[in-house]
Nanobody
Framework: VRLVESGGGLVQPGGSLRLSCLGSGFPFSNYNMKWYRQAPQKERELVASINRRGATTDSADSVKGRFTISRDNAKKTVYLQMSSLKPEDTAVYYC????????????WGQGTQVTVSS
């Protein structure tokens, strides 16, 4: 089982980034997908989630209207489109997969760094 995030980097305030998370080794379309982030000296927080069919999404109040989660089950990939980025969005962003049928099947990616700074 692997989850590989990509797309992080350094961006100026007000800019945009799109994160991707490619899954392999498990039935991707059976899994609800989530993006978390963790800033230095802070707890990991849930940023956005999407159900296995892509029909239902949710996001944290701090990113509503700026971040959009989506998925392509054919490509086994979940995305996080981030716009109007702020310095407080700086964090390591992690992809998480949770089996819809067996929630004990819970996998994490290695994370990708997003830094918002001028």
């Amino acid at each position: 089982v692997r989850l590989v995030e990509s797309g992080g980097g350094l961006v100026q305030p007000g800019g945009s980034l799109r994160l991707s998370c490619l899954g392999s080794g498990f039935p991707f379309s059976n899994y609800n997908m989530k993006w978390y982030r963790q800033a230095p000296q802070k707890e990991r927080e849930l940023v956005a989630s999407i159900n296995r069919r892509g029909a239902t999404t949710d996001s944290a109040d701090s990113v509503k209207g700026r971040f959009t989660i989506s998925r392509d089950n054919a490509k086994k990939t979940v995305y996080l489109q981030m716009s109007s980025l702020k310095p407080e969005d700086t964090a390591v962003y992690y992809c998480n997969a949770v089996d819809y049928y067996y929630s004990q099947n819970n996998y994490w990616g290695q994370g990708t760094q997003v830094t918002v700074s001028s």
